[in-house]
């Protein structure tokens, strides 16, 4: 993988002075809720330079990688997910995926997403359209992926993903994805969040109108009153929450954020995931695809090129320059 130069200088300094990106774990309310909360300032921008994206292409993408991250939290080992979405609108659709390493890679269909008019605000239904979302688990022993499926209600990303949660996975959920981006159209920030009710919840918490947690049960030993209590003090709390991107933006730190808005439900740390815009892809990995190709085919390149053949990853738009030496010496 090649990582692009970030070149805007005041874009670099500004991520000297801010903290490293990465997931915080926490329980909450003697274990009745997790929380995770990720830092993905760095990772968005990298992807945003990889990629060479405008700024409504950086948000729909950097909420995608977010995502992924957020829903890594669950894996371990080997463990990955993939979140791949297709939609009639002009996004076109994307495909994003996550290790439980934290590495995320992926890309949009449309790298260059039509816009008639200037944008009034960051809502991305109308790009989006009718479509379906699909995750796709990786876990280790399972005979085989999970994948679920549902059909795009709301073409907000956090929103949709927690409907996912409820109806796919029947997991109480709650996420938050942001991007802030400066007056010149930088990233200066970015983070999301989720929460889980752990095993299950009594209510449906709408949070900022962009979330909401699915709650339907009870737990032994947590009284249903002081359960409606914590829930409805959690729900004014993500309401109240500024965006997180700002907050990342202006320096704040995960530890510091859940120490300043969710004190009060005692807060346990569980620890730090790493995030990060990273893709397995090499040099070697596309020589030996070439060398795959049916004869035919590879003798076809050897014969008319064009040289140096060129090669790029979708995931990461790493690209790979084969002279025409190398070409023939293949096969």
């Known amino acids: ?28 309310a003697r274990g009745r809720f997790r929380l995770a909360v990720l830092h993905g300032t760095w990772m968005v921008n990298q992807m945003r330079a990889n990629h060479d994206l405008g700024i409504l292409e950086s948000l729909i993408l950097g909420h995608a990688y977010m995502a992924a991250g957020l829903f890594a939290t669950g ?13 009639d609108g002009p996004v076109g ?27 009034e605000s960051f809502d991305t239904a109308p790009f989006f359209g009718s479509g379906r979302l699909t995750v796709t688990r990786f876990t280790a022993g ?49 983070g999301g969040l989720l929460i889980q009710s752990l095993p299950t919840s009594r209510h449906y918490l709408v949070l900022d ?9 009870d737990e032994e030993g947590f009284e249903p009153e002081e359960f409606d209590r914590t829930v409805e003090r959690l729900e004014e709390i993500v309401h109240g929450l500024p965006s997180l991107g700002a907050l990342f933006a202006e320096g704040a730190t995960q530890s510091k954020i859940v120490r300043s808005h969710f004190a009060e439900l005692d807060p346990v740390y569980m620890g730090t995931r790493a995030v990060e815009f990273s893709c397995g892809c090499n040099r070697d990995r596309f020589q030996r695809f070439l060398a795959a190709l049916p004869a035919s085919e590879l003798d076809d390149i050897k014969e008319n090129g064009p040289f ?6 979708f995931n990461c738009n790493s690209e790979y320059a084969f002279s025409r030496d190398e070409i023939g010496a293949l096969g």
Request: net charge negative; proline share 4%.
């Open 1 to 28: 993988m090649t990582f692009k130069v970030i070149e805007d200088m005041v874009l670099r300094s500004h991520l000297d002075t801010i903290g490293s990106d990465g997931i915080d774990s926490y329980l909450l």
């Open 209 to 217: 109108d962009k979330v909401s947690v699915l709650a339907d049960g």
């Open 142 to 190: 399972a005979e085989g992926p999970f994948t679920g499926h549902i059909e795009l209600l709301h073409g907000n990303l956090a929103q949709d993903l927690t409907r996912y949660y409820a109806l796919s996975e029947q997991i109480p959920t709650a996420m938050a994805l942001s991007v802030k981006f400066d007056r010149e159209g930088l990233v200066s920030g970015a």
């Open 93 to 119: 659709g994307l495909h994003v995926e996550c290790s439980a390493s934290g590495e995320v890679r992926g890309y949009l269909n449309n790298t260059r997403i039509p816009i008639e008019a200037p944008l």
């Open 308 to 313: 140096p053949l060129r090669l790029t990853c």
């Open 75 to 87: 894996l371990s080992g080997n463990e990955r997910v993939s979140l791949q979405l297709s939609c």
